[in-house]
Structure formats: C-alpha cells, structure tokens
C-alpha cells in the first residue's frame, strides 16, 4: 500500500522532535563572552573528532493549549551515529515507537506503532542528507546540531549573544553552563568539565510561541567511539508495513488514505 501525505501530516506521524537549535538571522559581530565561545568550540571539536558515539537523551516538551494551559510531555531517544554516514535514532513516547535510519544513501522513517515507512535517496555524507531531508521535505533529526560531522557552523549559526554561568552540577558531573540568545529563541547548554566536554544537558525556550514553551533534554549513558555494527543502521521492512511517500514541502498534492 501507497500512502502519500502532505509533510505537515508526515511530521505528525511520524518525526521524532523537531529541529534542536533554530537559526535566527545572521548578526556579523554577535557578542558573545570568549569563555562561552571556548567551551562550545572545544564541545564541537570533540564531537567532530569521534568516529563514532551513542547517547540517550531523556526529553521534556512544553505544550502550550488553547487557554493557556501548558502540559508537559515526555519522550526516550537512543541516538547512535557512525561517522561519516551512519546514524540511527529511536524514540519511545507512551505507546508511540519511531525510528529514523540513515545508512548512507538512504535516509529512512519508521513508526513502528502504525507499521508505516518512508524512504527517501539522500547524499552520502550526514551532513548533506540532513540539509536535504530538512531543505526538501521539512524533516529533522533528533539534537540534529549536535550529531553533525560539522557541528561548530550549525551551532553557531544565528546567535547574537551568548555568556559564561559558571560551573554548575548535571546528575553528579560537573559542567560548564552557558546560555545563549537567538531571534526567535534562548538556549542553554551544559557541557561536561575535563578531557570529555560532551553535551549534558540543553533547553530552548521558543521565544516566538505563546508561553514561551521549553524544550529540556537531559543527555545521558554516553559512550565514545563504541563499535557500532552495520546491521544498526540498516532497515528492512517489517512484514506488512505500508510504505508512504514523503512528498517535497513544495508539491501541494494530498491523497488521503
């Protein structure tokens, strides 16, 4: 069975979260603190130089209702990448599975709650594939920012200002803590003290949304440069799971199922 959804009714049923750190516009002189700076630099220079590394990410979403009410929801990720091509992220959330696999040339959705699953040909670098899969279809992948070969420019990108906290406890280990400002939102990062400055803890707040919702994940179990076997990042159809396509944010086509 063919299935084709617009990718707004595609996000709903099938992404994970959306896109971790949004770009505001580009200020060519943003003031940021030279202690700030340092710590995110080292932060990405470390994550760029692994070749491989997993993580789970213990989220907390605000959702902002009609009214004004706010409730809070909760979610698992397991993200595992494999540079330069591999990376493989599941999300449990109640009764809601999903996964995303990228194998190097094709980038793959699966909500195993509803047996559907898309596939989609994308470059052959990490990079490239998420800047199309975002570019064309409107699809990100989880903390994508953070699991980037590249992830200094993308991180930086649309800050105006950011300063040093201090140092500051995350279950136990001590991090640096440093809090930026963009155009439509604020974020803070905690990143681990010592020879591994990996990423402990992130909130957003989307400044640009009544409420000013928060978006908290705690990163955890961290393991660098595990062996990371093929058969991870490889995707064969469940018995009976539907293929839909992802159609471009682009085509207004719609067909119901």
């Not at 340092?38 to 692994?50: E, F, S, T």
Request: proline fraction near 6%.
């Amino acid at each position: 069975m063919h299935v084709r959804f617009r990718t707004a009714v595609l996000a709903a049923a099938l992404i994970l979260l959306p896109a971790s750190l949004p770009a505001a516009q580009k200020n060519d002189a943003p003031a940021i603190d030279p202690v700030a700076s340092q710590h995110l630099a080292r932060m990405c220079d470390y994550l760029k130089g692994l070749g491989s590394f997993s993580f789970r990410a213990e989220i907390d979403v605000d959702e902002v209702f009609n009214g004004g009410l706010t409730l809070q929801t909760s979610r698992t990720e397991v993200i595992s990448v494999r540079r330069p091509d591999r990376l493989r992220a599941e999300s449990v959330q109640d009764d809601a599975v999903k996964t995303i696999i990228y194998d190097g040339t094709a980038f793959t959705i699966y909500n195993k709650t509803q047996n559907l699953y898309s596939t989609v040909a994308v470059p052959s670098t990490l990079d490239a594939a998420l800047d199309q899969i975002l570019t064309s279809y409107g699809v990100t992948a989880p903390l994508a920012e953070l699991i980037l070969n590249a992830p200094h420019a993308a991180i930086t990108s649309g800050i105006l200002s950011g300063f040093y906290v201090g140092k500051r406890m995350v279950q136990g280990v001590a991090c640096h803590h440093l809090a930026f400002t963009q155009k439509d939102v604020d974020w803070q990062i905690w990143i681990e003290d010592g020879d591994k400055p990996l990423p402990r803890k992130l909130v957003i707040v989307d400044k640009t949304l009544a409420g000013a919702p928060n978006y908290e994940a705690m990163l955890v179990d961290w393991k660098v440069n595990p062996r990371l076997k093929d058969s991870l990042f490889t995707f064969t159809p469940p018995k009976d799971a539907a293929l839909i396509a992802i159609v471009p944010v682009a085509d207004p086509t719609t067909v119901s199922q």
